[in-house]
C-alpha cells in the first residue's frame, strides 16, 4: 500500500529510517528533471538535486503539514536552482517578469489549441524541446510543473512566490511562445 | 486547448536521473548529519564540563553560606530537642526557611540541571539511531 507523503514525513520524524528513503525515491525523478530542465546541463542538475534533498532533510521538522509536499519540495529545488545559477552570473529570472498579474490576465487571450497537423510532422519531438529552450526560466518552470509535474496554478504560485494571476498571466504567454515557434 | 497542449508536452521524454544520483543523495545527507552531530557534541561536551565545574564552585560556596546562616544549629535542634521542636514546629519552619541561602541554593541546583540535562543530551549524542536506511 503506498504511503502519501504526509504519512511518510511522519512516520521518518517517529524514527522509520526507511520513510525518508521512500520519499527520494518518489520524487527524485520529478526533482531531477524539473531542475535539468532549467539549468539544461546533467550534472549541475545532479548537483543541485543532491542538495536540495539535503536541504529538504535538514528541514524536514518544520515542514507544514496543510502545505502540500510536492509544492514544498519545488519551491525548494527552485530556489536552489535559481541559486546555483545566480553564482554562474546566467540568472535571467527578473526577465519578462511583472509584477501585476491582473492588467496581462485581462490582455492575453487564451491561447488557441494546437492544430492536429502538428503532431503528424516527424520531427515535432525535436521541435518542443527547441520551443521549451526559446521560453524565458520563469515560463519554463510554470509549464512544465502544470503539464509535467501536475500542479495547479495557485501550488505552482507558491513555488515560484507570485499571484495566480502572474502565473496564469506567463502560461499563455508561455502558450503563445511555443505556438508561434512550433507553427 | 489544454488537451492539445498536454499532448505536446507527453511527447517530451524525461531525461532520467543519471545512476548513482541517489546514493550521492544518502552520502551527502549522512555527512550532514555527522557535521551536525559534532556541533552538537561540541556543545553538549562544553555545558557539561562548564556546568560540572559551576557545580563544585558553587557545592563550595553553598557549604560557607550555610555554614554563616547557622543552619547547622537548627539541624542539631531537630536532634537533641525534638519534643520542642514539635511544639514550635511553625516557628522553627519558618525561621529555617528564612536562613536558607536561597539565592546559593538556587544557582547550585540551576547549574546542577544544566549538567544533568547537558549529560543526557551527549549520551544521546553518542549513541544516535541509524539515520538512513535505503534500498
Given at each position: 500500500?503506498?504511503?502519501?507523503?504526509?504519512?511518510?514525513?511522519?512516520?521518518?520524524?517517529?524514527?522509520?529510517?526507511?520513510?525518508?528513503?521512500?520519499?527520494?525515491?518518489?520524487?527524485?525523478?520529478?526533482v531531477y528533471?524539473f531542475v535539468y530542465r532549467l539549468t539544461g546541463n546533467?550534472d549541475e542538475a545532479s548537483d543541485i538535486s543532491q542538495e536540495s534533498f539535503v536541504k529538504v532533510?535538514k528541514n524536514?521538522?518544520?515542514?507544514?503539514?496543510?502545505?502540500?509536499?510536492?509544492?514544498w519540495l519545488f519551491t525548494i529545488a527552485r530556489n536552489t536552482t535559481i541559486d546555483f545559477l545566480r553564482k554562474r552570473r546566467e540568472i535571467v529570472f527578473s526577465?519578462?517578469e511583472?509584477?501585476?498579474?491582473?492588467?496581462?490576465?485581462?490582455?492575453?487571450?487564451?491561447?488557441?489549441?494546437?492544430?492536429?497537423?502538428?503532431?503528424?510532422?516527424?520531427?515535432?519531438?525535436?521541435?518542443?524541446?527547441?520551443?521549451?529552450?526559446?521560453?524565458?526560466p520563469d515560463?519554463k518552470t510554470?509549464?512544465?510543473?502544470?503539464?509535467?509535474?501536475?500542479?495547479?496554478?495557485?501550488?505552482?504560485?507558491?513555488v515560484v512566490g507570485?499571484?495566480?494571476?502572474?502565473?496564469?498571466?506567463?502560461?499563455?504567454?508561455?502558450?503563445?511562445?511555443?505556438?508561434?515557434?512550433?507553427? | 486547448?489544454?488537451?492539445?497542449?498536454?499532448?505536446?508536452?507527453?511527447?517530451?521524454?524525461?531525461?532520467?536521473?543519471?545512476?548513482?544520483?541517489?546514493?550521492?543523495?544518502?552520502?551527502k545527507?549522512?555527512?550532514e548529519?555527522?557535521?551536525?552531530?559534532?556541533?552538537?557534541?561540541?556543545?553538549?561536551?562544553?555545558?557539561?564540563?562548564?556546568?560540572?565545574?559551576?557545580?563544585?564552585?558553587?557545592?563550595?560556596?553553598?557549604?560557607?553560606?550555610?555554614?554563616?546562616?547557622?543552619?547547622?544549629?537548627?539541624?542539631?535542634?531537630?536532634?537533641?530537642?525534638?519534643?520542642?521542636?514539635?511544639?514550635?514546629?511553625?516557628?522553627?519552619?519558618?525561621?529555617?526557611?528564612?536562613?536558607?541561602?536561597?539565592?546559593?541554593?538556587?544557582?547550585?541546583?540551576?547549574?546542577?540541571?544544566?549538567?544533568?540535562?547537558?549529560?543526557?543530551?551527549?549520551?544521546?549524542?553518542?549513541?544516535?539511531?541509524?539515520?538512513?536506511?535505503?534500498?
Amino acid at each position: 500500500m503506498e504511503h502519501t507523503d504526509s504519512e511518510l514525513i511522519h512516520d521518518y520524524l517517529k524514527g522509520d529510517s526507511r520513510a525518508f528513503s521512500s520519499l527520494v525515491d518518489k520524487h527524485l525523478p520529478a526533482v531531477y528533471a524539473f531542475v535539468y530542465r532549467l539549468t539544461g546541463n546533467k550534472d549541475e542538475a545532479s548537483d543541485i538535486s543532491q542538495e536540495s534533498f539535503v536541504k529538504v532533510w535538514k528541514n524536514i521538522s518544520r515542514y507544514d503539514h496543510n502545505q502540500n509536499f510536492k509544492t514544498w519540495l519545488f519551491t525548494i529545488a527552485r530556489n536552489t536552482t535559481i541559486d546555483f545559477l545566480r553564482k554562474r552570473r546566467e540568472i535571467v529570472f527578473s526577465k519578462m517578469e511583472y509584477e501585476e498579474g491582473e492588467g496581462f490576465g485581462v490582455a492575453i487571450p487564451d491561447p488557441e489549441p494546437l492544430p492536429d497537423v502538428l503532431f503528424e510532422k516527424k520531427e515535432i519531438k525535436e521541435k518542443v524541446e527547441g520551443a521549451l529552450n526559446t521560453l524565458s526560466p520563469d515560463q519554463k518552470t510554470v509549464v512544465i510543473l502544470h503539464y509535467k509535474d501536475g500542479l495547479t496554478f495557485e501550488q505552482i504560485g507558491k513555488v515560484v512566490g507570485k499571484s495566480v494571476n502572474t502565473v496564469k498571466s506567463q502560461y499563455r504567454r508561455s502558450l503563445a511562445s511555443l505556438r508561434k515557434y512550433l507553427e | 486547448m489544454n488537451d492539445t497542449y498536454q499532448k505536446l508536452f507527453n511527447m517530451i521524454e524525461e531525461t532520467p536521473f543519471p545512476q548513482g544520483l541517489k546514493e550521492a543523495i544518502w552520502k551527502k545527507i549522512e555527512a550532514e548529519a555527522k557535521k551536525q552531530r559534532r556541533i552538537q557534541m561540541g556543545m553538549y561536551i562544553s555545558a557539561s564540563f562548564a556546568s560540572g565545574f559551576g557545580m563544585v564552585f558553587l557545592f563550595t560556596l553553598l557549604l560557607k553560606s550555610l555554614a554563616a546562616s547557622g543552619i547547622y544549629e537548627y539541624l542539631s535542634l531537630i536532634v537533641s530537642d525534638g519534643g520542642t521542636l514539635i511544639s514550635f514546629w511553625k516557628e522553627f519552619a519558618l525561621t529555617f526557611m528564612e536562613s536558607l541561602p536561597v539565592l546559593g541554593l538556587t544557582a547550585f541546583l540551576a547549574v546542577g540541571a544544566l549538567f544533568l540535562w547537558s549529560g543526557a543530551r551527549l549520551l544521546r549524542t553518542v549513541r544516535p539511531s541509524v539515520l538512513i536506511v535505503h534500498s
